[in-house]
């Protein structure tokens, strides 16, 4: 037995259990805040002081980059603090500063370093750099040490490629990102190319599993990998290779997770050959000096899109092997004290997801007082959302001297959200960082947007006609753009002016220039209106007729539909210039953009946090403010007639919730501005499932009374199989789920492609895909 360090004292029973478990399996299961991170970080720290473990032969896996640097320099500071008891008798922080960075510095090169801490990706790859030389594929095919690691915009255009040049596909039938999506799908699943084709045998599948085929030719013809061929081909090398495994094998005697919920079924597949050098994880016995140790929360499992399996976790103790009982101590530890949250964020955030079905139940009891009561918000629109939340950011800041810019975290459901509140923050000069993700004006689809505009209001900007020319695709080559381009250039004027010229454009594009010519006589048009027409129809013109939304509408997934939403953000922006300033020309709303999208990054402490709940994951703030609580935006559209999707909607709002410490403010808007017109919006039906008694409100609208109905029973559910255009015309009567009678007022789109305008009597016009949503018809 060795003595108990004296840093474990930070700690109840139950972790110190956790932390103390030395070989074998052992699953920490608990709820949000109870502590599972730091009995992760503890437990390292345990290995290497008490059991002597080399940092070397520890492996753990953190959910996000930032998260793994945080365990880092906690890990660090652990050590550099008892150090400097030991040899000075005393805190490092009471250290003279050059001993302070002596000793971080050795600590550094001793201990953290060593340690394998990061994400599956970063880890993976480090992995791959070492090892990739000796993996073939199927095919034969092989990679060296120096790969690339493809981004997405890579991995978009070599899709496109073969959908289009080499397959001579239809990509509006195979929209390159949808493609994409099933490629990933398949690999998170650790299908090769005919196991896809042998799990997906309609045509479509079979075209997907040709384009998978080709596209791995391309990637390994460019010596690279995708991101989600990281952990995929690590998993087969390990597999191939008996002697790398081995090595591999005996290098980490002991591997941690942190959020193991949100594993997938590849990642599984790595950890579990590392931990038992591919013998079936079942009968695995060599325990003796190795551990695997995950740590999770089923409630908080909200990567399905991702292909998570949060069954993953719960069936840990039977993948490793073990014949006791599930809630059996020696394999399981259960955490039940919350130290994050005040009691009433804790008690809101266990009533709303106890109304999830598919869980275990679990106890999350407080350990802090009861606290201040949970504010709910009811705005008039988003902007005096914005306004609410920055009042009151800057008011808690004023009072409270203790409170830093860095306390407080804007949660969202969908990135288009963050503008309102960004704006209002650079408005009042509060720095502000976008955790995540990008700021508004620095996402793609934005930028692609100004990047027209700005070619309408000055033709001489060829980076700007560049990016837009052949976006969407319109069949304009690259080497005709070049040939155009050299010609301009040795011309010494502007590409539009070459564009413009139809003899010119004929001659030098022979084959792409009509598409050339639609595509000038489109811009010229918009060029004639800028003097006579205000920014906002402009924009809606580019929306409605340069075909970047129909082509993001086609590619049908998530992540395109977020790009619609920022896209459609943009027109409200101008809007609300408009409005603002009196002045509604192009010109002024393009120059206030080139500003707003100029604020710069601060280190996050001295930063207000902004960011989707999705990455809110796993961290924590003092104050915590969770917006647009609304129906069909949280949840969301596609959840609501989808039990399934809905509980992982749920479990997102747990997720937020339970990132408050000290204060928790909710908000949503009686109504929104949606697409230029003005929506009204409904109370999320989340927020009429937390308990009333702990939440105050500016008004007593701004909790539904009574429970909206999520799904209601009363008429017959009827699935519209591959609902097409015919079957719908405008006047057509009907109830949807989530938003009650509705009828039609427009019809998009033609054949099965299309979907619905509908105009809600208490809610507005909503737009719907019938061949996704449920709707019943009202004769
Ligand atoms: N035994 C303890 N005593 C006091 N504070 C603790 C204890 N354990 C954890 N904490 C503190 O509680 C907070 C939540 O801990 P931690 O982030 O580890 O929880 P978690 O279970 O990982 O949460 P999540 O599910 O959100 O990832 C942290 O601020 C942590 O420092
Ligand atoms: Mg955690």
Redesign the pocket.
């Known amino acids: 037995m060795t003595s108990t360090p004296d840093f474990l004292s930070?700690?109840?029973p139950s972790?110190r259990q956790a932390v103390e478990h030395f070989c074998g399996p052992l699953l920490v299961v608990?709820g949000?805040?109870?502590?599972?991170?730091?009995a992760l970080t503890y437990r390292i720290s345990n290995l290497v002081l008490t059991h002597r473990i080399n940092p070397e032969n520890i492996l753990a896996v953190t959910f996000t980059n930032k998260a793994a640097k945080e365990m880092k320099a906690r890990i660090e500071k652990l050590f550099a603090d008892r150090i400097a008891q030991e040899k000075h008798g005393k805190p490092l922080d009471l250290l003279a500063p050059y001993e302070q960075t002596k000793l971080r510095s050795h600590v550094y090169k001793t201990i953290t370093k060593p340690l394998w801490i990061g994400t599956f990706h970063s880890l993976c790859a480090r992995l791959l750099r070492m090892e990739i030389h000796k993996y073939q594929d199927e095919q034969g095919r092989k990679w060296e040490r120096n790969f690339s690691i493809f981004d997405e915009s890579d991995v978009q255009s070599l899709i496109k490629d073969i959908v289009v040049n080499k397959l001579n596909l239809d990509d509006r039938k195979f929209p390159p990102r949808s493609v994409r999506f099933a490629i990933s799908n398949a690999k998170n699943q650790g299908w090769s190319p005919d196991e896809l084709e042998a799990n997906q045998q309609d045509f479509r599948g079979r075209v997907i599993a040709e384009v998978y085929r080709a596209y791995q030719d391309g990637l390994a013809a460019n010596n690279a990998l995708d991101f989600d061929d990281l952990i995929r081909v690590l998993v087969l090398l390990l597999k191939q290779n008996e002697q790398t495994l081995a090595y591999w094998h005996q290098q980490f005697h002991h591997i941690l997770v942190d959020e193991y919920q949100d594993t997938n079924r590849t990642q599984y597949d790595m950890l579990s050959l590392l931990a038992t050098n591919g013998a079936d994880a079942k009968t695995f016995k060599s325990w003796q000096n190795r551990s695997v140790f995950v740590v999770g929360?089923a409630d908080?499992s909200i990567y399905s899109f991702r292909a998570a399996d949060f069954r993953i976790l719960m069936g840990f103790q039977q993948d490793f092997g073990d014949d006791l009982p599930d809630d059996d101590t020696r394999t399981m530890v259960k955490l039940e004290e919350n130290?994050?949250s005040t009691e009433n964020i804790l008690q809101a955030a266990n009533v709303l997801i106890d109304n999830n079905t598919e869980r275990i139940d679990k106890v999350l009891k407080p350990t802090r007082g009861k606290g201040e009561p949970i504010y709910c918000y009811r705005a008039d629109d988003e902007l005096q959302e914005a306004d609410f939340v920055v009042g009151q950011i800057r008011q808690l800041e004023q009072q409270h001297p203790e409170v830093q810019w860095g306390d407080f975290a804007i949660l969202y459901r969908t990135n288009a959200q963050s503008r309102a509140f960004e704006e209002t923050l650079v408005r009042w000069a509060i720095p502000y960082t976008v955790v995540g993700g990008l700021k508004f004006y620095d996402r793609r689809e934005v930028k692609d947007i100004l990047a027209y505009l700005r070619l309408i209001v000055n033709p001489a900007d060829s980076v700007s006609l560049k990016r837009v020319i052949n976006t969407p695709r319109r069949g304009i080559g690259k080497t005709t753009m070049d040939r155009l381009t050299q010609a301009a250039q040795e011309l010494g004027v502007p590409t539009w002016e070459i564009l413009s010229d139809e003899a010119t454009v004929k001659t030098l594009a022979s084959r792409g220039s009509r598409n050339i010519l639609g595509f000038v006589d489109m811009i010229r048009l918009w060029q004639s209106q800028v003097d006579t027409l205000p920014a906002t129809e402009i924009i809606q013109g580019i929306l409605d007729n340069s075909g970047y939304i129909r082509n993001l509408q086609d590619q049908d997934t998530d992540e395109a539909e977020d790009r619609i939403g920022n896209v459609k953000e943009l027109y409200n922006a101008a809007q609300q210039f408009a409005e603002e300033n009196g002045d509604d020309s192009l010109l002024s709303f393009l120059a206030n953009a080139a500003l707003a999208s100029d604020a710069d990054d601060k280190e996050d402490s001295t930063t207000v946090s902004m960011m989707t709940l999705h990455s809110a994951k796993?961290l924590?703030f003092p104050i915590v403010f969770l917006v647009g609580i609304e129906q069909g935006l949280f949840p969301n559209f596609r959840s609501l007639d989808d039990p399934a999707a809905l509980e992982e909607e749920r479990r997102l709002c747990y997720v937020g919730i339970?990132r408050a410490q000290e204060r928790l403010f909710l908000s949503h808007a009686r109504e929104r501005r949606l697409y230029g017109s003005r929506e009204p919006a409904i109370p999320s039906a989340f927020l009429s499932e937390l308990p009333r008694d702990l939440i105050e409100t500016n008004t007593p609208t701004a909790i539904p009374s009574q429970g909206i109905e999520m799904f209601s029973s009363a008429p017959p559910q009827k699935k519209l199989p591959n609902t097409n255009a015919r079957d719908w015309a405008v006047g057509d009567r009907l109830v949807h789920k989530g938003y009650g009678l509705g009828e039609v007022t427009h019809i998009f789109g033609a054949g099965n492609k299309i979907c619905l305008a509908v105009k809600f009597p208490n809610l507005g016009k909503k737009i719907i895909d019938p061949n996704i949503t449920v709707l019943e018809r009202v004769e």
């Open positions: 930070h700690l109840n972790q608990a949000a805040g109870s502590g599972k991170t730091r929360d908080q130290y994050r796993g924590e339970t």
